[in-house]
T-cell receptor, first 115, second 114 residues
Framework: GAVVSQHPSWVICKSGTSVKIECRSL??????MFWYRQFPKQSLMLMAT?????????EQGVEKDKFLINHASLTLSTLTVTSAHPEDSSFYIC???????????FGPGTRLTVL | AQSVTQLGSHVSVSEGALVLLRCNYS??????LFWYVQYPNQGLQLLLK??????LVKGINGFEAEFKKSETSFHLTKPSAHMSDAAEYFC????????????FGTGTKLQVIP
């Protein structure tokens, strides 16, 4: 149980385009989802926390207009990187929990490369 | 605020040797502590966790960790390294409220030498 999937697993896009990454909880309802970014050889940094049906809470330094997060259902959250630039190239990982404060289960990650 | 320090960004051990990955934490409240493993280009897999109760925690793949409050440590060990253990390992701690905010350490890359 407690499986989280991400799609796509990797994506390459041109600079200036937008990319959408999906995070799904497959066997539980996730009221809270988290988005992390991991640069090469570095740790995971929390970007934002989203609760189903409400606006995401972004961490300091994360541009909310650039990284659009939608958590419209209890099993799906999306991260859209708008007007992507090469510096946005990173490994994006989501996690989900059934209730705020409960254990997070992590997805397999999405490798984004912006050319 | 909570924080995690992992000593040693790279650790090399011989196959069959003891694995010891160090983690020290800082937290103003009783912490929840985790060890995750990450294989190249993959997400995180939970190895083990400490919440309350027994301070020696056993996880998957033969790993275990001991919560030592007096030393604010949560070191990860495995008696005998296997080639398949080569990966990146992250120690993590939560803040008040349980799992809501997880803070990760910088990671330790484990190399297993045949």
């Amino acid at each position: 149980g407690a499986v989280v999937s991400q799609h796509p697993s990797w994506v390459i896009c041109k600079s200036g385009t937008s990319v959408k990454i999906e995070c799904r909880s497959l066997d539980f309802q996730a009221t809270t989802m988290f988005w992390y970014r991991q640069f090469p050889k570095q740790s995971l940094m929390l970007m934002a926390t989203s609760n189903e049906g409400s606006k995401a809470t972004y961490e300091q330094g994360v541009e909310k207009d650039k990284f659009l997060i939608n958590h419209a259902s209890l099993t799906l959250s999306t991260l859209t990187v708008t007007s992507a630039h090469p510096e946005d190239s990173s490994f994006y990982i989501c996690s989900a929990s059934d209730l705020p404060g409960n254990e997070q289960f992590f997805g397999p990650g999405t490798r984004l490369t912006v050319l | 605020a909570q924080s995690v320090t992992q000593l040693g960004s790279h650790v090399s051990v011989s196959e069959g040797a003891l694995v010891l990955l160090r983690c020290n934490y800082s937290s103003s409240v009783p912490p929840y502590l985790f060890w995750y493993v990450q294989y190249p280009n993959q997400g995180l897999q939970l190895l083990l966790k400490y919440t309350t109760g027994a301070t020696l925690v056993k996880g998957i793949n033969g790993f275990e960790a001991e919560f030592k409050k007096s030393e604010t440590s949560f070191h990860l060990t495995k008696p005998s390294a296997h080639m398949s253990d080569a990966a990146e390992y992250f120690c993590a701690v939560t803040g008040p409220g349980g799992y809501q905010k997880v803070t990760f350490g910088t990671g330790t890359k484990l190399q297993v030498i045949p």
